[in-house]
């Protein structure tokens, strides 16, 4: 298909029909499938479909004006900013964990900083779930030109050299030139 990693947009392309037995990724996207294949049959009338298309479209819309004025609150929030006070607010954050998705935002952030042109894509994976797509090669990918380029793994906890030798197995068969540990508090 396109090379892109979604599995919900490039699987429904290789089958006929909609079935719960078509390939899938596994947990969200299966789950979303099983979706599509019981609630599509209920839809019987034009009145039925037209209601769904509404409903799908009001979603769209108010999805489109939170994040418009999340935008707007941060633009707002981050004009008064120096580089001292985005420091103390990561500071305070790492502080407060989250469960791991702190150093996750904090780094992804820097990244954002460090890697801001078109030949770069960060890809931050779910906290906690290693290797949850077979296109993952770290927690934190870094892609130049749409190729492996820097590995992440970001630890808020001990890890061991058998950590270690993992992620650096699997940047590695990824093609990935730099593999990096942060560490969290």
């Not at 490039?10 to 390939?23: D, I, W």
């Not at 596994?26 to 509404?54: F, R, Y």
């Not at 489109?64 to 420091?87: A, C, M, P, W, Y």
């Not at 630890?155 to 030798?165: I, L, Q």
Request: charged share 20%; proline share 4%.
């Amino acid at each position: 298909m396109d090379g892109g990693n979604d599995p919900l947009v490039n699987k429904p392309g290789r089958f006929e029909q909609l079935t719960k037995s078509n390939a899938s990724a596994g947990g969200d996207p299966t789950q979303a499938l099983h979706l599509l294949c019981d609630s599509l049959p209920k839809i019987q009338t034009k009145q039925d479909a037209l209601t769904c298309v509404d409903y799908i479209i009001s979603m769209l819309l108010s999805e489109k004006d939170k994040r418009k004025s999340i935008k707007r609150v941060i633009l707002e929030t981050s004009s008064g900013l120096n580089v001292f006070h985005v420091q103390q607010l990561m500071s305070n954050l790492l502080d407060q964990g989250f469960g791991g998705a702190a150093l996750v935002i904090v780094t992804t952030a820097i990244y954002h900083l460090l890697f801001a042109s078109d030949e770069y894509e960060i890809i931050a994976h779910p906290v906690n779930q290693s290797g949850s797509s077979r296109q993952q090669f770290s927690d934190l990918d870094l892609l130049k030109d749409g190729k492996p380029f820097i590995g992440t793994e970001l630890k808020d906890k001990p890890f061991s050299t058998a950590d270690v030798d993992h992620a650096a197995e699997n940047a590695l068969k990824a093609g990935a030139s730099s593999l990096l540990f942060v560490a969290g508090r």
